[in-house]
């Protein structure tokens, strides 16, 4: 799992990619206005967990 953050002002762009030997299984970009930056944790921690790969 790999996070790219960019920030400008408030606004979060992240993306998130999943390999699994080689092959790209998931490709999540996702954009938040973040108004308190301890929110922005507990959002890619739940992205995380959502796609999880065991």
Same mark, same amino acid.
């Given at each position: @799992?790999?996070?790219? /953050?960019?920030?400008? %002002? &408030?606004?979060?762009?992240?993306?998130?990619? =999943?390999? =699994?030997? %080689?092959? *790209? *299984? =998931? !490709? =999540?970009?996702?954009? /938040? &206005?973040?108004?308190?930056?301890?929110?922005?944790?507990?959002?890619? /921690? /739940? @992205?995380?967990?959502?796609?999880? *790969? !065991?």
């Amino acid at each position: @799992v790999e996070f790219t /953050a960019e920030t400008s %002002g &408030v606004v979060i762009h992240y993306r998130v990619t =999943f390999l =699994f030997h %080689g092959k *790209l *299984l =998931f !490709d =999540f970009t996702e954009q /938040a &206005v973040v108004d308190d930056w301890d929110s922005l944790a507990p959002t890619l /921690a /739940a @992205v995380t967990q959502s796609f999880t *790969l !065991d």
